[in-house]
């Protein structure tokens, strides 16, 4: 019977190949802004270069990445305030021709609508709601990468969840609320 030896480590450019995507979305969602958020990536793979040796596979790669995405984005939050913020349109100049304009507009509102609604809710619950509702966590998993217990997952969860909504319903009411387009139904 062969028996199973130590996993091999995980390399600098596996981790990247495997999870940039994730560390992109996450630091996203934690509201790290467009023109910022190719710095915060390099940041994040900075921190791993540094601490890749050190890292003891106990939890998942993506956990232990989520806890670095989670301070990086701190920190750009902390000097937003010394920054001017730019939209970022990238994503939409990549889109292909055959995408007509209602739809991209339609999309762009949506982007807008969801970003100002997840803006609302401070960082401690933005996490839990976006590795809950986005990257579709359990609970136990959550309060794992988190580093808190399970009832605060779900107590943060529930606020977030309020906030979110109170944003979306406040968001919605000031559009059907404002200025319409003369002759459209």
């Not at 989520?66 to 750009?76: M, P, S, T, V």
């Not at 939050?77 to 507009?105: C, G, K, M, N, Y």
Request: net charge positive.
């Amino acid at each position: 019977m062969l028996m199973a030896g130590p996993r091999p480590r995980m390399t600098f450019q596996q981790v990247y190949e495997e999870h940039v995507a994730f560390v992109w979305r996450s630091l996203r969602r934690l509201g790290v802004a467009g023109p910022n958020l190719k710095d915060a990536v390099q940041d994040v793979f900075l921190v791993v270069h540094r601490r890749l040796p050190d890292f003891v596979e106990r939890a998942k790669t993506s956990t232990w990445l989520f806890r670095i995405c989670l301070g990086i984005a701190r920190d750009h939050r902390r000097r937003a305030h010394v920054r001017r913020e730019v939209l970022d349109d990238s994503l939409f100049d990549q889109l292909p021709d055959s995408v007509d304009a209602i739809r991209l507009a339609e999309r762009r509102e949506d982007l807008e609508l969801f970003d100002a609604a997840l803006a609302v809710l401070d960082l401690d619950q933005r996490a839990v709601f976006v590795l809950f509702e986005l990257e579709n966590m359990t609970g136990d998993e959550i309060a794992d990468t988190l580093e808190i217990p399970l009832g605060t997952v779900y107590s943060r969860l529930r606020l977030a969840r309020q906030g979110f909504k109170r944003a979306v319903l406040r968001h919605t009411a000031r559009r059907a609320d404002g200025p319409r387009a003369v002759g459209l139904k």
